[in-house]
């Protein structure tokens, strides 16, 4: 990624942190619990492959006790010959970790709640979730996989218990660990502090990674001040998928950590747009058309204000659209001015007159405010016509 193509000017230079973080995706499993998404292992195996080309660090295939699809999903990923690590989903439950054996997985997450509500939810006293969770842990890294311990709404958990649940699971041989806003209830700041906690008792051999969820629309912004706590791995999705109001976007992160804070990732930004638009195209869901790195609009300029700019990006935009491997261009409406006939004019091969040009810009104003809509560069032809036709 150059410099050269990011245009924020200085004021975040006493804030950058340097470094690089790894980004594990977790998009076949958190993602795939978006309300009325549901993947086959085709398409599963399709976006592990779309992940793996994104540089995504580590792939999630799934959680195998769900279902027999489920498993076959996992079966096939890990046998893809992927550059990513493969890892698997698991809750500390004897079933669940036989199942990772005997598909001979070498790394998962392995999964507990640990706060009083959900364990009251659950019926479960602490004491027998700690047991639950150094045995799971245990018969894993025995049988040689690499686990990451995952505290299910640990953001909510009391802080003697959180410590003492983590405690157990590195005792247990967990290699890892991650801070879960299950909720995306946690300030970025509390966030911050929590990964720093967790970093100081579990020790600088143990990776500490945060998973956060998106509800108070936070996430990336917790996902940064995890980093900034000392969070070696972010976990996240393609377009920040996932049930309620999703997860980290680990495009939106990995651009955010790059151009504000000079922390590096794998991420091939480049790819990201292509990777989002098959992501839910195989899902069968729509994106709010501003959202950041991946919306259709982004780059696509109405206003004749700023398209009397649309010479100079950096005037308009605060990243090259290369970047993120998107086209520029200008939409005519309502809003449009003169330098958007013009522009529009040059792109397809129309020459006007200025007197020309003034009638075409009345005529694509009055018919984006009667179409409440954007005016086509077919009906731009029309109006373009000597005497609109």
Known sequence: MSASRIWTGSLNDS???????????????????TVGVVLDPGAKLEIAGQLD???????????PRVSAEDAEAVALIAAA??????????????????????LGLTAS?????????????LGVTRETML????????????????????????????ADFYERAY??????????????DTLGIASPEAVERLVAQTCAWVGPDVPVHFHGHNDFGLATAAAVAAVRGGASWIQGTINGMGERAGNASLGEVALTLHALYGVETNLRLEHVREVSARVRELSGYALEPWKPVVGETLFRRE????????????????????LVGAERGIVLGKKSGIDSIRIKAEELGLSLSQDEEQRVLAAVKELGAAKRGLVSEEEFRELARPHGG
Do not use: N
């Open 15 to 33: 804030f950058r942190l340097g470094g690089r973080v790894g980004l594990y995706d977790t998009t076949l499993r958190d993602g795939e619990q």
């Open 53 to 63: 080309r994104l540089g995504i660090d580590r792939i999630e295939a799934g959680f």
């Open 81 to 102: 010959g992927l550059r990513a690590e493969v890892w698997g989903f698991s809750r500390a439950v004897a079933a669940d970790v036989e199942l990772l054996v005997e």
């Open 109 to 121: 997450v392995i999964e507990s709640p640990i706060s009083d509500l959900k364990l009251k939810a």
């Open 131 to 158: 047991e639950r969770i150094g045995a799971a842990v245990s018969f894993a890294v025995e049988h040689g996989i690499t686990v990451a311990f995952f505290g299910v709404d640990s953001t909510r958990a009391e």
């Open 167 to 180: 405690r157990t699971a590195v005792e247990a041989g967990a290699h890892e660990v991650a801070v879960v």
């Open 303 to 322: 206003s004749g204000a700023v398209a009397s700019q649309f010479h100079d990006p950096p005037s308009i935009e605060p990243y090259s659209s290369e």
